[in-house]
C-alpha cells in the first residue's frame, strides 16, 4: 500500500483506504485491504497455544479471560469448567479448561478478547459486516 500506513489505527483509516481502493490507479488492491480486515478478524481472539490436551481437557498458560460458556474452537468446542494453578510461590501459573467435547488437531484456543482489534478502531460488528461488503464489491 505504497503511500499509506502499514498499519491501520483508526476507522477512518480503514475508510480511507477502501475510499482510495476505489479510485483509478491508486495503487491498492482488494487483496491488501482483504489482508488487514483478516488481521482485524484476527484481533477479536486471543490465541492461547494448548500447553497438553488430554481427551476434552486442555491445560493452558494462565489465561484470567478463560470462561464457561465461551466456545473456543472452529468445531464450535465450549468452555464447560475453568481452572487456574498457581505455582509454588503463590503465582498464577496454568488454566486447565474442560470443554464440551475434544478439540481435535488444533495447537490453539481462541479465547474471545476482552477488547477486539476492531473495537479499538472504533468499529461495530456491524460496521466491519458493512465495510466487507464494500470490499467484496470491489
Known amino acids: 500500500m505504497k503511500g499509506y500506513p502499514k498499519t491501520l489505527q483508526t476507522k477512518e483509516d480503514l475508510l480511507h483506504l477502501i475510499a482510495l481502493a476505489q479510485t483509478p490507479d491508486s495503487g491498492i488492491t482488494k487483496a491488501e485491504i482483504e489482508n488487514s480486515l483478516a488481521r482485524i478478524d484476527y484481533g477479536a481472539n486471543l490465541h ?3 500447553k497438553s490436551a488430554d481427551g476434552k481437557s486442555c491445560t493452558l498458560p494462565y489465561c484470567p479471560e478463560a470462561a464457561v460458556g465461551q466456545i473456543v474452537t472452529a468445531s464450535g468446542a465450549k468452555i464447560a469448567s475453568v481452572n487456574h494453578t498457581k505455582d509454588e510461590k503463590g503465582e498464577p501459573d496454568e488454566t486447565t479448561v474442560e470443554l ?11 479465547i474471545p478478547a476482552p477488547v477486539t482489534a476492531a473495537a479499538r478502531m472504533g468499529l461495530s ?8 461488503g464494500v470490499v467484496n464489491a470491489l
Open 125 to 132: 460488528t456491524a460496521d466491519l459486516e458493512a465495510i466487507k
Open 100 to 110: 464440551s467435547k475434544a478439540p481435535g488437531d488444533v495447537a490453539e484456543l481462541l
Open 48 to 50: 492461547v497455544p494448548i
